[in-house]
């Protein structure tokens, strides 16, 4: 292990390697915000995409969100009907994973729980081909931890972060494990070039930087609350307008999902070890209550039935 900040080889994002093959399809497992949004972004940049989920109901909501996205830019006048059309028949939906089995490219977007993910590595190795990329969209887990589940297939498993809403958001944090090549590395960053994203690598630690440097500052947007600092549309709004946020930490904290926000704290305080990562009490018991944001109707804010 190399000094400060060398624990992990780096991923470069630019790269003068002539590997990257192209991708024509990719199957995605989960129909939950991320993987639909995922599979949309891929259909839309011309790749098949295999949509999965154990159920039918999700896949059923993914579609009429995917066709909804994409008339709303047709309405817009930002898409021709045709390519809309085009875009909604590259997705296929699929309550198994066999039926996606010729994919060549496979990113698991699924429940954020370690043992969850693990499992689905296993049958993800079992059902795709021996060039298949198995990448995870984890926001917090650790890669090499996931990818332990695969054995000797460890150098094609990778982490891809995209964000929410994935269609309009450029980021995609790329995150190498332990074992993995740097082909799948290279292949990855190809990837989400090709589909209209900007690549950044991070290394391997709890939360990578994205949701080590946010979820922090959206838990303390809560202990702000909670001690009566401000109300919590005050507390947005002065970091609306000081900080020029596009949502206000609470508003975002309630579009992402009060639960995905307490499981990453919980990552970071379980991985990193410090008290300062564990969820406000008041971030507990509003999940504790059901009042998760956006999806449920409720959660810092209330939010009208769509
Ligand atoms: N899908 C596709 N397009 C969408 C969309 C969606 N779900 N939601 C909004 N848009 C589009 C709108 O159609 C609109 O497009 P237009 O400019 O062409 O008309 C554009 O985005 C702006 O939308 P709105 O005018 O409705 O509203 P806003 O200007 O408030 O933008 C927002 C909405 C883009 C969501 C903006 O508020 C924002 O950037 N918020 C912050 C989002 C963020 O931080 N995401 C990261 C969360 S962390 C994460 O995902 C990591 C995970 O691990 C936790």
């Known amino acids: 292990m190399g000094g400060k900040g060398e624990c992990m080889p780096p991923c470069r994002v630019e790269t003068t390697i002539a590997l990257p093959m192209s991708v024509s399809s990719i199957a995605v497992i989960g129909a939950g915000t991320m993987g639909s949004g995922i599979a949309l972004t891929a259909a839309q940049s011309g790749i098949k995409a295999f949509q999965i989920d154990l159920h039918q109901a999700t896949l059923d909501k993914a579609k009429t969100g995917h066709a909804k996205s994409l008339a709303r830019l047709v309405e817009k006048g930002k898409m021709q009907q045709a390519d809309a059309d085009a875009a909604l028949a590259r997705i296929s939906y699929c309550t198994d994973m066999a039926q996606a089995k010729g994919a060549d490219w496979a990113v698991e977007a699924a429940t954020e729980n370690v043992e969850i993910k693990k499992k689905l590595f296993k049958a993800m190795q079992s059902t795709f081909g021996a060039q298949c990329v198995l990448a995870t969209n984890t926001s917090s887990i650790s890669i090499t931890d996931i990818a332990s589940a695969v054995g ?20 995609v944090e790329v995150i190498k494990g332990l074992a993995t090549s740097e082909e799948t590395t290279q292949r990855t960053i190809a990837l989400a070039k090709a589909m209209g994203k900007t690549p950044v690598p991070a290394n391997d630690r709890a939360g990578f930087v994205s949701n080590r440097v946010l979820m922090p500052m959206i838990n303390e947007a809560f202990h702000a609350w909670m001690e009566g600092v401000a109300k919590p549309e005050d507390i947005d709004q ?7 946020f596009p949502m206000g930490p609470l508003r975002l904290a309630d579009f992402i999902g009060l639960d995905v926000c307490h499981d990453i704290m ?40 769509k």
């Open 266 to 305: 919980m990552v970071l305080h379980r991985e990193l070890g410090d008290p300062k990562f564990f969820p406000c009490p008041l971030l507990r018991q509003l999940v504790q209550a059901g009042r998760l944001g956006d999806k449920t109707g409720r959660g810092v804010f209330e939010y009208p039935a």
């Open 238 to 244: 002065i970091m609306l307008l000081g900080c020029n």
């Open 152 to 171: 000797a297939d460890a150098h094609r498993v990778i982490g891809m972060h995209f964000f929410n809403p994935v269609p309009i958001m450029k980021l």
